[in-house]
């Protein structure tokens, strides 16, 4: 039993607040229940990895069932690798990585992520299958939404399934429901598969699936060992509305392309959504800024700095998050989880949870401006391989197109990283500070948030 469909409040007070955050939408005996999985394996096999020659992986190849939501089964199409040895000596941390993807991804060969920009290699081999191989972990790929018996893409499905909500009141219509629901059923797949060990899972998810993953921290956050977002607003929808509005303005909305989905509405057209009765409730409910203070999943969020979707500094709201939290900004990349960097930091969140790989932190992180020049210093718990500041500049507010540089910081003789550039009086300047760390093969990357800096002083 949940309680999906609210009243309004009787008067204002405690009771306005008495359901916050997605818990009481969903239950655990569903989503813990591995009958109606309805699990198919087509293929289950230890061989040669065609990722890392020479070494062998356990591939599983299988569907299942996440859920029956308003009519529509989720039946979704599943590869997970897994090292050879695990069916002998499963991980200690019982943690394994589950990605998201579109069902594009499966369904269309010539699909743009299915390959990694300039390098030519295959997104699934390396996010999945290589991870897989190189950290230890099991990694599982599945689409979400799977595809479906409707005509609309997952775009106009999620415009269409809001309006439902808003139609009805009832909140397990609201487009990223369904979606934290396959994630948390995937979880329980993984541990019913045999030499896995698995009690815990690392979710990634772009977009759409990057809300789901976020709605699920506090749903069942035992069972999550962290989550990365990308293409995401974090927390807290209003803010990432208002900065919206700010650079963008009230008529603008995602890609020019046409689509249904909250994220191609304007900034205008969703506050007229949220800011009502209906809309507030989804927010209490599906806002991870609303259980901020309790929120204890381990977050990485990772944005494009020309996400048309978004601010340049949308993720200045996850300053609010109390739980930890890690930020990646990603220049020049708009609205993909396809990328080098992405790939990076993906990886190392995996290595980091589940084998301790230390990550570094800004400390004592500064900016000095002058008529002339902007003047960043930071310090870093770990030793790192190099800082870097990222800059750009324009005139106006529109960072859509921006162009992002990446310039070295030197590293002082009481070890802070300092660097000064530039800031001409007629433009405005976005930027933050990026550590790498680990090696050449197998880097990671730390930055901070992405700051706006207004023409003058």
């Known amino acids: 039993m949940t309680d999906s469909t609210i009243p309004a409040p009787a008067s204002a007070g405690d009771d306005a607040w008495k359901h916050v955050g997605p818990a009481g939408l969903f239950d655990l005996g569903e989503l813990y ?202 927390m807290n929808m209003l803010e990432a509305t208002a900065r919206k509005i700010g650079q963008f303005g009230m008529d603008i909305a995602g890609p020019s392309v046409h689509r249904e989905g909250l994220g191609f509405l304007s900034a205008d057209t969703q506050l007229r959504m949220f800011n009502t009765p209906l809309g507030f409730e989804a927010l209490k409910r599906f806002d991870p800024y609303f259980w901020r203070d309790s929120l204890t999943t381990p977050w990485l969020v990772v944005n494009g700095t020309n996400d048309p979707f978004f601010a340049v500094d949308v993720a200045q709201s996850m300053r609010h998050a109390k739980g930890p939290t890690t930020l990646v900004a990603v220049d020049n990349v708009t609205h993909t989880w396809a990328s080098q960097k992405i790939l990076a930091a993906w990886r190392m969140w995996l290595d980091h949870l589940a084998n301790g790989r230390p990550l570094p932190t800004l400390e004592n992180l500064t900016v000095d401006r002058s008529s002339d020049h902007l003047t960043v210093t930071t310090r870093t718990n770990i030793p790192i391989t190099a800082a870097h500041l990222a800059t750009a500049g324009i005139r106006g507010t529109d960072w859509r197109q921006a162009k992002w540089s990446l310039t070295s910081m030197t590293q002082t003789a009481d070890g802070t990283y300092r660097l000064s550039v530039p800031f001409p009086a007629d433009t405005s300047m976005a930027w933050y500070v990026e550590l790498r760390h680990g090696t050449a093969s197998d880097p990671g990357f730390v930055t901070s948030a992405v700051k706006v800096e207004a023409p003058g002083v």
């Open 33 to 234: 229940d591995t009958n109606s999985l309805d699990v198919v394996i087509e293929k289950d096999a230890v061989e040669e990895s065609t990722a890392r020659p020479g070494a062998r992986v356990r591939k599983i190849a299988l569907t299942f069932t996440s859920q029956q939501w308003h009519g529509m089964t989720w039946r979704h199409p599943v590869h997970v690798y897994a090292p050879a040895h695990t069916l002998e000596y499963p991980p200690a941390h019982g943690i394994a990585g589950i990605i998201g993807t579109e069902a594009d991804f499966w369904n269309e060969p010539g699909n743009e992520r299915r390959v990694i920009p300039e390098t030519g290699q295959e997104t699934e081999k390396e996010y999945a299958e290589g991870a897989a191989v190189d950290l230890g972990i099991p990694v599982m790929i599945f689409a979400t939404p799977p595809e479906l018996p409707t005509d609309m893409n997952e775009s106009d499905l999620n415009g269409y399934s809001n309006r439902k909500f808003f139609e009805t009141g009832d909140l397990t219509w609201y487009g990223y429901y369904p979606v934290a629901t396959s994630y948390l059923r995937a979880i329980t797949l993984l541990t019913t598969l045999p030499g896995l060990g698995i009690r815990k899972a690392v979710l990634f998810g772009h977009s759409k699936r990057g809300i789901g993953s976020s709605i699920t921290t506090g749903v069942d956050p035992d069972r999550l060992a962290g989550i990365v977002t990308t293409g995401t607003n974090g």
